[in-house]
């Protein structure tokens, strides 16, 4: 079963708009991690928040991560229509190290 | 520096047949984990490996198996296909676990007719 629960499942917005996507976890995390996905391709690592983390940047992207809540958010800021793909957030659990557990994405539409 | 390699980009087999996927991590990455990538399960955890040896596995029938060379090289078996096994079966290396970022191969699109 997956950890994490991402929303919305979709979402459509214009290029230069902002896109939030929204991860949901269910136990105790080391570190969480957000992966891009191009149509059925392989996935792109682009950031890691560790759990004693609350906000991370990494150009467009920011981060933040709230265990008290479980949860974390992915903002893209300044759309491209080249950033339309899919997005999942990938939590590596706090007792073992050897595997990520993903959830099930947020498709991103971003029309020019 | 070179990615993570998968071979075959694309395989079609029979119900019943066996398929062996390929793996060449990223130099220097010693973890090597499999995923099963389907529209109705998601991404699914198959298991991972470290200097030859298997860390962790998840939760899938013994069909399913792997190895990891010296080289860190891997592979992941199935065996008795069944249709259900038509997936995107993705390879992700690491340095050295999950405190580290994964890197992923382009897959592997497996369809079992």
């Known amino acids: 079963s997956q950890q994490g629960e991402e929303d919305p499942q979709a979402l459509s917005i214009q290029e230069g708009e902002n896109a939030t996507m929204n991860c949901s976890y269910k136990?105790?995390?080391?570190?969480l991690q957000w992966y891009r996905q191009n149509s059925g391709r392989g996935l792109v690592h682009l950031i890691l928040i560790r759990s004693n983390e609350r906000e991370k940047h990494s150009g467009r992207l920011r981060v933040t991560l709230d265990t008290s809540k479980k949860s974390s958010s992915l903002l893209i800021t300044a759309s491209r229509a080249a950033d339309t793909a899919s997005y999942f957030c990938a939590t590596a659990l706090a007792t073992g190290f050897q595997k990520l557990v993903f959830g099930t994405g947020t498709r991103l539409l971003v029309s020019p | 520096k070179a990615g993570v390699t998968q071979t075959p980009r694309y395989l079609i087999k029979t119900r019943g047949q066996q398929v062996t996927l390929s793996c060449s991590p990223i130099?220097?990455?010693?973890?090597v984990s499999w995923y099963q990538q389907t529209p109705g399960q998601g991404l699914q955890f198959l298991f991972e490996y470290f200097s030859e040896t298997q860390r962790n596995k998840g939760n899938f029938p013994g069909r399913f198996s792997g190895r990891q060379f010296s080289n860190s090289r891997s592979e992941m078996n199935v065996s008795t296909l069944e249709l259900g096994d038509s997936a995107l079966y993705l390879c992700?290396?690491?340095?050295?676990?999950?405190?580290?970022?994964?890197?992923f191969g382009s897959g592997t699109r497996l369809t079992v007719v």
């Open positions: 992700a290396s690491s340095l050295r676990d999950t405190t580290y970022g994964y890197t």
């Open positions: 136990t105790s995390i080391n570190n």
């Open positions: 130099s220097g990455h010693r973890s």
